[in-house]
């Protein structure tokens, strides 16, 4: 089945303590992206990656950050996590950025 | 500047009835991309269809049509017949520069039996 797969799906986390957030495609999609979903906010993107070892700032980029060693992976990081990045989470792949995207089924930070 | 407005915040209607969501949008690009996703209750966003710039035709795909017209930069959504499991976030978008998506905000579709 074709998917993008995100985890963890929840998790509740201190302040400082470095977690990543995984993202793994398989759909040989060459555009992955992060998007961050607020109420009020609506979705803004954090960071988006064209290709392999090819990845951009989106909307709201500080505090994260991300790789792309892999096609099929892209984790975001959040180095010292605080509580205004408590936000739901999703990630989203495709052939290109003006094709539809295919997103995860997000994950909910709690950071306390 | 690039925008999408989706002015209804929430819409309700009793199932069976017709529903139009409307998306308004701005761009001064000549080729550009709209999309329609849909967030149910569960939370995931769903992809529904992109249209491009040069492509007016409505689509029409079971329940669903989408109406683009250029000459009132409006992509608009209609949900013939409406179901219960039709209830969800519905949002419109706009590719826009730096390979993003100018998101609109959402409106709330609530469909009561």
């Known amino acids: 089945e074709a998917q993008v797969t995100q985890n963890p799906r929840y998790l509740i986390t201190v302040t400082g303590k470095k977690l990543t957030v995984t993202c793994s495609q398989n759909?040989?999609?060459?555009?992955m992206s992060w998007y961050r979903q607020d109420p009020g906010l609506g979705l803004r993107q954090i960071y988006y990656?064209?290709?392999?070892?090819?990845?951009d700032k989106g909307d709201v980029p500080e505090g994260y950050k991300v790789s792309r060693k892999e096609k099929r992976n892209f984790p975001l990081i959040l180095e010292s996590p605080s509580p205004n990045q408590t936000s739901l989470y999703f990630c989203?792949?495709?052939?290109?950025?003006?094709?539809?995207?295919?997103f995860g089924s997000g994950t909910r930070l709690t950071v306390v | 500047a690039q925008k999408v407005t989706q002015a209804q915040t929430e819409i309700s209607v009793v199932e069976k009835e017709d529903v139009t969501l409307d998306c308004v949008y701005e761009?001064?690009?000549?080729?550009?991309?709209l999309f329609w996703y849909k967030q149910p209750p569960s939370g995931e966003l769903v992809f529904l269809i992109r249209?491009?710039?040069?492509d007016e035709q409505n689509e029409i795909s079971g329940r669903y049509s989408w109406n683009f017209q250029k000459s009132t930069s409006s992509f608009n959504f209609t949900i013939t017949a409406s179901q219960v499991v039709d209830s969800a976030v519905y949002f419109c978008?706009?590719?826009?520069?730096?390979?993003?998506?100018?998101w609109g905000a959402g409106t709330k579709l609530i469909i009561k039996p």
């Open positions: 989203a792949s495709s052939f290109g950025p003006h094709y539809g995207y295919t």
């Open positions: 759909m040989n999609h060459e555009y």
């Open positions: 990656s064209m290709n392999v070892e090819v990845t």
């Open positions: 761009t001064r690009d000549t080729t550009y991309y």
């Open positions: 249209r491009n710039s040069f």
């Open positions: 978008a706009l590719s826009g520069p730096n390979y993003q998506l100018i």
